[in-house]
């Protein structure tokens, strides 16, 4: 089981950037899949959930302005980020997990918000 994280990188305040997880190795369309993040210094968070269902939840610091979404045919579950703000940068990791499972973590993908 993988999964794997890409689309961070430099952005300004304002601006927007899209992430991917790519899952292998499991039944992707079966899987929970959710968005975390973690700064240096802070516990890592969720962001962002969809369940298997394509029912979403946002955490209430990003709620309307960030968006969970899956595509089950490729394999791949997206966070669409607009207005970021400076305390957006961390990096943001992926999970996928069965219910009561663990589940996989990705690598993390760093996202870096300029004022």
């Known amino acids: 089981e993988q999964v794997a994280e890409s689309g961070g990188g430099l952005v300004q305040s304002g601006g927007s950037l899209t992430l991917s997880c790519v899952g292998s190795?499991?039944?992707?369309?079966?899987?929970?899949m959710r968005w975390y993040r973690q700064s240096p210094g802070k516990e890592r968070e969720m962001v962002a959930y969809i369940g298997t269902n394509g029912g979403t939840n946002h955490v209430d610091s990003v709620r309307g302005r960030f968006t969970i979404s899956r595509d089950n045919a490729k394999k791949t579950v997206y966070l669409r980020m607009t207005n970021l703000k400076p305390e957006d940068s961390a990096v943001y990791y992926c999970?996928?997990?069965?219910?009561?499972?663990?589940?996989?973590w990705g690598q993390g993908t760093l996202v870096t918000v300029s004022s």
């Open positions: 999970r996928g997990n069965l219910p009561g499972e663990s589940g996989v």
């Open positions: 190795g499991f039944a992707f369309n079966r899987y929970a």
